[in-house]
């Protein structure tokens, strides 16, 4: 079993900079692939980014890419999103996943393959 906890969520203004953290527990070896994934209200739950174990195999959502960056610590078991240059279309309940096993290349996005998931953080964007 794993326990994931997500951290870092706020209010902020559009252009401006979020580091969200997840803490894994207990059996983290199990943790090979961690996403993120995030909803919106109204909206359906929506892929943003993995990274496998090793950290040297990342994806993200084309909305994200190029102002989100993974990251994972496996010496601390965390894993953290840096979000820069946020757009009020980023506010969402933002979620960690662990997947056993490496869903990818095709399949990382799917939800359905991750085994854990934390209670998610409030990210807030105001424009």
């Known amino acids: 079993q794993v326990q994931l906890v997500e951290s870092g969520g706020g209010l902020v203004q559009a252009g401006d900079s979020l580091r969200l953290s997840c803490a894994a527990s207990?059996?983290?070896?199990?943790?090979?692939?961690m996403g993120w994934f995030r909803q919106a209200p109204g909206k359906e739950r929506e892929f943003v980014t993995v990274?496998?174990?090793?950290?040297?195999?990342?994806y993200y959502a084309d909305s994200v890419k190029g102002r989100f960056t993974v990251s994972r610590d496996n010496a601390k078991n965390t894993v953290s999103l840096q979000m820069n240059s946020l757009k009020p279309e980023d506010t969402a309940v933002y979620h960690c996943?662990?997947?056993?096993?490496?869903?990818?290349?095709?399949?990382?996005?799917?939800?359905?393959?991750?085994?854990?998931w934390g209670q998610g953080t409030q990210v807030t964007v105001s424009s």
């Open positions: 996943a662990a997947a056993t096993y490496w869903p990818g290349p095709d399949y990382y996005a799917n939800a359905a393959l991750y085994n854990y």
């Open positions: 990274i496998n174990w090793s950290g040297d195999t990342t």
């Open positions: 207990g059996q983290t070896f199990r943790t090979y692939a």
